[in-house]
Antibody, heavy 123, light 107 residues
């Protein structure tokens, strides 16, 4: 069965960076784009971007350009999202979510999600 | 960015009631709209894709309709396990954007 297992909660100081991992199992990791979505406490969902695990190509939401880096390690079927220059309003649960399409380009709906990783930014 | 306006932001209904949620896009998004259900402390779950297609395994009491700028999500007969927050999401134009959510409670 498809599973996305994320790394544990993090507490960071303003200005620091955080790197969240998402280990995939139960399917061909390189066959599906991976998205990252975040949710601030009590708030809605915010899309951050995607990575193509096959090529390593990325597409970031403009809001996060320059601060976010999405990478992958195909040898261990794991995607990563690193966010730098953290601010207090980056406090959120960060989710990885698999794109539903296996056709080589994303179709932007998400059929499997990780359990979420809470990142708290506080001095 | 395309703004997605959901209404109502919350509702309370009885078991067995028909529940309707609307989502309005700030511009024409054709049928590039999905609906998700999120239960407290859990990740969202895809229910409807392309405005009206039921995801595999999702009960048939859930449905979606609409195109262009106006969309509707319906639960035909509310069940206790449907207590959750529901989100619409457009993917016509990046960045993908979500509605603000509708919290559904049992009366």
């Amino acid at each position: 069965q498809v599973q996305l297992v994320q790394s544990g909660a993090e507490v960071k100081k303003p200005g620091a960076s955080v790197k969240v991992s998402c280990k995939a199992s139960g399917y061909t990791f390189t066959g599906y784009y991976m998205h990252w979505v975040r949710q601030a406490p009590g708030q809605g969902l915010e899309w951050m971007g995607w990575i193509n695990p096959n090529s390593g190509g990325t597409n970031y939401a403009q809001k996060f350009q320059g601060r976010v880096t999405m990478t992958r390690d195909t040898s261990i079927s794991t995607a990563y999202m690193e966010l730098s220059r953290l601010r207090s309003d980056d406090t959120a649960v960060y989710y990885c979510a698999r794109d539903s399409s296996s056709w080589g380009s994303p179709i932007y709906y998400f059929d499997y999600w990780g359990q979420g990783t809470l990142v708290t930014v506080s001095s | 960015d395309i703004q997605m306006t959901q209404s109502p932001s919350s509702l309370s209904a009885s078991v067995g009631d028909r529940v309707t949620i609307t989502c309005q896009a700030s511009q024409d998004i054709s049928n590039y709209l999905n609906w998700y259900q999120q239960k407290p402390g859990k990740a969202p779950k895809l229910l409807i894709y392309d405005a009206s297609n039921l995801e595999t395994g999702v009960p048939s009491r859930f449905s979606g309709s609409g195109s262009g700028t106006d969309f509707t999500f319906t639960i035909s007969s509310l069940q206790p396990e449907d207590i959750a927050t529901y989100y619409c999401q457009q993917y016509d134009n990046p960045p993908l954007t979500f509605g603000g959510g509708t919290k559904v409670e049992i009366k």
